[in-house]
């Protein structure tokens, strides 16, 4: 597997059990982007839709229960990107399962998943680490 995105000390938001839901999420980005590149089939990306399912659920109810712990302002913010997100993620599951160019369809969610990867974890997930050390 090739790695494009890579997980760095500088991506932490200091939280042991969210930053390795992010490596898992990492994990699987390097994985679409494999699917692209080898062309893709619909056993590895119905692997990845079954990740995404079970990380939906696990990772952002988590992530949002520990804004809230340490009272985090801009939590409700920060929810409405994680709903933006299971809406884009519904239409690709459902597209998935349609008879669509899975090649195109691939394409699309590697560019949604590596910008989230980049936009939202790197930059949003980091707001709130931030506001935790200032609060110290």
């Known amino acids: 597997m090739s790695t494009i995105f890579q997980w760095t000390k500088s991506i932490s938001v200091g939280n042991d059990t969210i930053d390795a839901q992010h490596q898992r999420l990492l994990a699987q980005v390097n994985k679409i982007i494999d699917a692209v590149a080898l062309g893709s089939n619909s056993k590895e990306l119905q692997e990845v839709i079954g990740f995404f399912d079970e990380y939906i659920k696990e990772h952002f109810s988590y992530e949002e229960a520990y804004m809230k712990s340490i009272n985090y302002p801009d939590i409700e913010e920060h929810r409405k990107k994680h ?28 560019v949604y ?24």
């Open 113 to 136: 998943i590596g910008d989230w990867w980049i936009d939202h974890i790197g930059k949003e997930d980091k707001k709130y680490q931030l506001f935790l050390e200032n609060k110290k």
């Open 83 to 110: 709903y933006e997100f299971i809406k884009n993620y519904n239409k690709f599951k459902e597209e998935f399962n349609q008879n669509v160019d899975k090649d195109k369809l691939t394409m699309e969610i590697e």
